[in-house]
């Protein structure tokens, strides 16, 4: 996004998807905290789903101090997209890790190992809804299904370095917010600007709006009911402030 030219909250840090805030704020957790975080959610080792095909994450080694800063904007850490939607889905559910699985099973699931708190996980809803409502990817918001999510632009990885002409976007969508029932992920690699979005290769131009067109069509054929969006328990669930300057603290 476009640079603010002032000092962000931490609402905003997430939502304005600012590389500054972002590396400012894994420094104060630190290396090793960044690490064990990452660890919770699988995102540093192969995910244990029922297929062969699967690959070790690509992580900095050594892990130094900047690569704690980039990792925290998303450069330098490869994972598959089964391992993201896995980390996201904790993240919005209450805070349970579980791994993924491509067998259907009866029954409850399984207990799942607790990552971050039940209150963590409310607030994390409340930003990824307010990226969709305020932020970037406005153009995934989908009336009546509350969608949330984070939108992912990066420069396409080759040797030695980017390819500062080639990128990939992507958007990771949420919904409904109030109850996360499903994620939908989106990856486009080196999507081009368009007459209709010029010089706009980025995802909230391209992956947002095309997770929003496909939630549209599976919302209603998964049996997810529309929801009044100005009910006010709903806005009280959803709302959080983006321009506090005192933000309160999460705990993990």
């Known amino acids: 996004s476009q640079p603010k030219k002032r000092w962000l909250s931490v609402p905003e840090i997430f939502v304005f998807s600012s590389n500054i805030g972002s590396a400012k704020m894994a420094l104060d957790i630190g290396t090793e905290g960044q690490q064990v975080f990452l660890q919770r959610l699988g995102m540093l080792r192969r995910a244990t789903v029922e297929v062969p095909e699967v690959g070790t994450p690509l992580s900095p080694s050594p892990w130094r ?50 990552v971050i708190s039940k209150r963590t996980s409310e607030i994390m809803r409340r930003l990824l809804r307010a990226v969709v409502v305020e932020g970037s990817a406005k153009k995934a918001d989908v009336p009546g299904y509350l969608v949330g999510g984070k939108t992912g632009t990066a420069e396409k990885a080759v040797a030695r370095g980017y390819d500062r002409g080639a990128v990939i976007s992507s958007f990771l969508g949420v919904f409904p917010m109030t109850a996360p029932r499903y994620v939908v992920y989106v990856l486009l690699d080196e999507p081009r600007a368009s007459e209709a979005t010029p010089r706009r290769a980025n995802a909230g131009w391209n992956a947002a709006p095309t997770t929003g067109r496909i939630i549209a069509r599976i919302a209603p054929l998964l049996g997810v009911g529309s929801i009044d969006e100005t009910a006010a328990e709903v806005s009280r669930a959803m709302h959080i402030a983006l321009n506090s300057r005192r933000p309160r603290r999460a705990s993990f």
């Open 65 to 114: 101090e900047v690569n704690t800063m980039t990792v925290a904007f998303g450069h330098g850490l490869a994972v598959s997209p089964l391992q993201l939607v896995s980390a996201a889905a904790a993240i919005v559910n209450g805070g349970i890790f579980r791994p993924a699985t491509v067998l259907k099973r009866e029954g409850p699931p399984p207990a799942g190992v607790r």
